[in-house]
C-alpha cells in the first residue's frame, strides 16, 4: 500500500517567499559603515520608535514594575524549569583527557562564548518565552555578556513582560530595536555593546536572512523557516485533541505547515471535519493565520502501519513531532529525525514552546534531519589540547614527518625534523615519504 494523502500542501514553506537577500545585505553594510546612528535611522523608520534603545536600570525598574504578579510568577516557573534543564545538559559535557602514548597527552574543553545576542520577536506577538529560551541557556552555559534584543512598539517600547523576562533570565544588556538592524547591532557591537560572538533566536524573514549572511562571523544557533509540527495518530488517539493540537500549531502564521500522519482512515477524516470550527473559534488575527496555514500548507497523510508512519515522520524531520499512539516506547526508539518530540497526548508541543524546559528554538524546514535545537552546547566551543614529553613525541614525530612528506606538505615535515633532531641527536631516522 502506497501512502495516500487525504489532503495535499499546495505550497511549500518557502513558496512566495520574496527576494530578501539584497535588501537585508544592503541594511548591514549601510549599518556597518553608519554605525550607531544609521541603526537609529532604519529604528526609526521600520520600528517607528525613537526612544532609549539601550535601556537603563531604571527604564528596565519601570517596565517590571508593570508586570502582573501572577505573570512575573509563571514567568519564574518557566525559566526555572528552563534553567534546570540547561543545567543537565551542561552536565553532559566534561573536560576529558586520554594518554595517546606513554606521556603524550591529549584532551578536551568545553568553553563558553564571551557574548551572545538574544533575539526576542516582538511583533504581533510578544515572545516572552523566547526571552526565557535564549537567555536562560546562555546564562547557564557560562557566557560574559548577554544582550537581549527585541523590537519596541511605536511610542511604548518593548513589551515590558519580555524586559522582565530578560532581566530575571540573566541578560547584562537589553536593546530597544528590532529587525535587521538589531542584528546588526549586536554583531557589530554598536551602542556600546561587545561584539556578539553567536547570535540566537527565532525572528521574522529578514532576521533570518541577516543571521545567514553574517554566519561565518559570528555563529547562530541555526537557520529557521516558519515552525512545522507533525502529529502521528493511531486509532487510540483521540481526534479533539489532535485537532485541536494542529490549529494550535498552525496559528503561527500563514506559511507554517501541519502535517497528520495515521494508519487511520476514520481519525483523519474526523479530525479533518473538526479544524474548520476550530480555527473559526480562535480570535481574528491568530484565525486568518491559521486558516491559510490549513488551507495552503496542511497534509493529511494516510500509512500502511506505524513502520511506515514512523518513515514518513522521519522523512518530513519535523521541528516539533508529537506521538498520540499506542506503545511509546516504541516510538522513543524508533523515531530519529524531530526538532523536540511529545510523547502521549498527556503533553503538547505548546508545553515546550512556553514553560515544560525544554528549549522551543528549534530546525526547520526539514533542518532536524541533521541538527538539534537551541541548547547549552550552542553556545559552547569544544576545543582540544595536548601535551608531550620528549620521550613520548618520538613515534608521532616519526609519522607525521612520513605523512607529511607524502602529502606534498615538506613544511609539516620539517617541523618534526627538527625536533627529532633536538631530542634525539645521533639516531638516524628514515623520514621519507616511502617510509
Same mark, same amino acid.
Given at each position: 500500500m502506497t501512502r495516500e494523502y487525504l489532503k495535499k500542501a499546495t505550497l511549500t514553506s518557502t513558496s512566495g517567499a520574496s527576494e530578501v537577500h539584497d535588501t537585508v545585505k544592503g541594511i548591514l553594510d549601510d549599518i556597518e559603515t553608519g554605525g550607531d546612528a544609521k541603526a537609529l535611522e532604519y529604528a526609526a523608520k521600520f520600528d517607528r520608535y525613537e526612544g532609549a534603545v539601550l535601556l537603563s536600570q531604571e527604564e528596565i525598574d519601570a517596565a517590571i514594575a508593570q508586570v502582573p504578579e501572577k505573570l512575573k510568577a509563571d514567568i519564574r516557573f518557566a525559566h526555572d524549569n528552563v534553567r534546570r534543564f540547561a543545567?543537565?545538559?551542561?552536565? $553532559?559535557?566534561?573536560?576529558?583527557?586520554?594518554?595517546?602514548?606513554p606521556g603524550f597527552v591529549a584532551g578536551q574543553k568545553a568553553i563558553p562564548v564571551d557574548a551572545a545576542g538574544c533575539y526576542v520577536p516582538g511583533g504581533r506577538y510578544s515572545h516572552i518565552a523566547s526571552a526565557i529560551m535564549t537567555v536562560t541557556t546562555a546564562k547557564v552555559a557560562g557566557c560574559h555578556s548577554i544582550t537581549a534584543c527585541s523590537p519596541p512598539r511605536p511610542g511604548v517600547g518593548v513589551a515590558p513582560a519580555i524586559i522582565y523576562a530578560a532581566h530575571i533570565c540573566g541578560a547584562d544588556n537589553i536593546l530597544a530595536m528590532g529587525g535587521v538592524q538589531g542584528v546588526a547591532a549586536m554583531t557589530f557591537g554598536l551602542f556600546g555593546l561587545p561584539k556578539a560572538n553567536i547570535l540566537v533566536g527565532p525572528g521574522n524573514q529578514f532576521v533570518a536572512e541577516a543571521k545567514r549572511i553574517l554566519f561565518g562571523r559570528v555563529g547562530i544557533d541555526m537557520i529557521a523557516g516558519p515552525t512545522d509540527s507533525l502529529i502521528l495518530a493511531d486509532k487510540t488517539a483521540d481526534a479533539h485533541i489532535v485537532a485541536t493540537d494542529l490549529v494550535s500549531q498552525a496559528e503561527h502564521g500563514y506559511n507554517s505547515p501541519v502535517w497528520l500522519v495515521t494508519d487511520d482512515r476514520d481519525l483523519a477524516k474526523t479530525v479533518m471535519d473538526m479544524v474548520p470550527a476550530l480555527i473559526d473559534d480562535l480570535p481574528e488575527t491568530n484565525r486568518e493565520s491559521a486558516f491559510a496555514a490549513w488551507r495552503d500548507y496542511a497534509e493529511v497523510i494516510i500509512c500502511e502501519d506505524r513502520e511506515d508512519m514512523a518513515k514518513c515522520s522521519d522523512e518530513y524531520a519535523p521541528e516539533h513531532l508529537t506521538v498520540q499512539a499506542e506503545d511509546l516506547d516504541w516510538w522513543?526508539?524508533?523515531? $530519529?529525525?524531530?526538532g523536540s518530540l511529545f510523547l502521549g497526548e498527556e503533553t503538547t508541543v505548546s508545553y515546550g514552546d512556553k514553560a515544560s524546559g525544554t528549549n522551543h528554538v528549534l530546525p526547520t524546514s526539514g533542518a532536524a534531519g541533521y541538527t538539534g535545537g537551541l541548547s547549552v552546547h550552542k553556545y559552547m566551543k569544544i576545543v582540544t589540547w595536548q601535551r608531550t614529553t620528549r620521550d613520548a613525541s618520538k613515534r608521532v614525530a616519526e609519522a607525521t614527518a612520513r605523512i607529511s612528506r607524502l602529502e606534498g606538505m615538506e613544511g609539516h615535515a620539517r617541523a618534526a625534523d627538527v625536533r627529532l633532531a633536538k631530542y634525539f641527536p645521533g639516531e638516524n631516522f628514515d623520514l621519507s615519504a616511502e617510509g
Open positions: 543545567e543537565i545538559q551542561k552536565s $553532559t559535557l566534561t573536560n576529558v583527557e586520554m594518554e595517546i602514548e522513543l526508539d524508533t523515531l $530519529t529525525c524531530y
